[in-house]
């Protein structure tokens, strides 16, 4: 089973990190209010960055490592290799 680490951008213009199985019905999730705690306020929110693991763990070492990136590393990593390129 294929692992995804993303970016969102939610309505405020935060972005928010997280991974899952499966990134429509993730992102239908938080775009209902059924998310995040984090993005439940910050509706709507549109996936901006994307990227495969192959396992869980190694979806999680991503996160872990693209939350410690500043909100300008971010915004570069989204300019690059974003969905909308």
Known sequence: ???TVYLA???DGTLYTGVTTD???RLA?????DGGAYT??????VMVYRETA?????AQ???RAIKRLTRAQKEQLVSVWGLSR
């Open 1 to 3: 089973m294929n692992w």
């Open 9 to 11: 951008r939610c309505r």
């Open 23 to 25: 990134p429509v019905r």
């Open 29 to 33: 999730e938080h775009n209902s209010g």
């Open 40 to 45: 439940r306020s910050r509706v709507p929110v």
């Open 54 to 58: 192959t396992d869980r763990s190694g």
């Open 61 to 63: 070492r991503r996160e």
